[in-house]
């Protein structure tokens, strides 16, 4: 599975982006996307997940400012980031879940290359 996530840029405290990820390859039982990011200096941390059904698990800090989607084909995401504040800035990284066929259990993490996103204050 190959993950390209883009959308990143440099904006301004207040502004808004949209992070894509489109995943291609073998999807056969991909079963959840999502995103993370890491700060400089920082661990990796969850942004947002979405299921194939459509059921979406939020940071705590951030569900109200962000929104997670999947566009009209199940293997793109979107990441609608609102009301964006410097520490927002990190790599963005966009994720797959590979599931067995209960979806109980996780067999692979994929993980896409990043795409930058800095807000300036």
């Known amino acids: 599975v190959q993950l390209q996530a883009s959308g990143g840029g440099l904006v301004q405290a207040g502004e808004s982006l949209r992070l894509s990820c489109t995943a291609s390859?073998?999807?056969?039982?991909?079963?959840?996307m999502g995103w993370y990011r890491q700060a400089p200096g920082k661990q990796r941390e969850l942004v947002a997940t979405i299921t194939n059904s459509g059921g979406t698990r939020y940071a705590g800090s951030l569900e109200g400012r962000f929104t997670i989607s999947r566009g009209t084909a199940e293997n793109t995401i979107y990441l609608q980031m609102n009301s964006l504040k410097p520490e927002d800035t990190a790599v963005y990284y966009c994720?797959?879940?590979?599931?067995?066929?209960?979806?109980?259990?996780?067999?692979?993490?994929?993980w896409g290359q990043g795409t930058q996103v800095t807000v300036s204050s």
């Open positions: 390859g073998n999807l056969f039982n991909i079963n959840g």
């Open positions: 994720n797959a879940d590979r599931r067995s066929l209960s979806g109980a259990t996780l067999m692979k993490t994929y």
